[in-house]
């Protein structure tokens, strides 16, 4: 995608997210590989959160942008699909509120016959899915699918299909969904956040770690921002 365009996308964004919050990003970044688009946002905690945060009211800071997020996610789609031609079927979020960061991952509809082109081998990939399916298991289950991308050198997505046990199926159909969210963001995170293997493995600086999952699906992405420089 051209950069002006991806300009325009971070533009669009990082507006709707101000009129929505009260405060937009400091800066967005995008990347893009098809059928993935990831936004990585910085600095992204209105002063009303901070206060929240300085009070660890972590979970009323999640639970507000849940119910904001939903009236979000369609006029981002539809914005994609205007400027980029990118069809979004799955979305994504979660936030570093520590970090003040935040990522956003849409994926467009692809087919198996297009996943073997796009997981592509990396340095540590067998020893990093060995870690996530251990973590998984600890937490959940091991997933029965799990695939990543390298979609640059700052940014690696990792995608786990099959991880919801029976007690957490049954949870989402009475309708306990947001809590389950909001137990399974903190569990699962507190494994990976400051996980050294991560950076053993994969022999760059991990800098932000993020997952989000779609129960109806049964479907969860990683996502982890890299500093190849440290």
Known sequence: MENQAQSEIA???GRLLRETFGKGPQSIFISIK???VV???RNFLSPTEKI???QNEIQSIQTTRDILMKSLIPEIK???LLLAGMNIREFYYDWGLHNHSGVMVGIEAWDDHGQADLVSGYAGRDELHQEI???SQQVEKRPEELYSCLINERTLLLIRNGI????EKELIR???EESLRLAKRNLEKSHMHNNGHFEEFLHTKVIDVFVDWDFQLDKSVIVLILNPSQ
């Open 11 to 13: 533009s669009y964004v």
């Open 174 to 176: 009475i309708g306990h």
């Open 52 to 54: 929240l945060l300085q």
């Open 133 to 135: 399916n251990r973590i």
């Open 34 to 36: 098809r059928p993935f």
């Open 39 to 41: 936004f990585y946002l």
């Open 78 to 80: 539809a914005y994609l």
């Open 164 to 167: 919801l046990i029976s007690i």
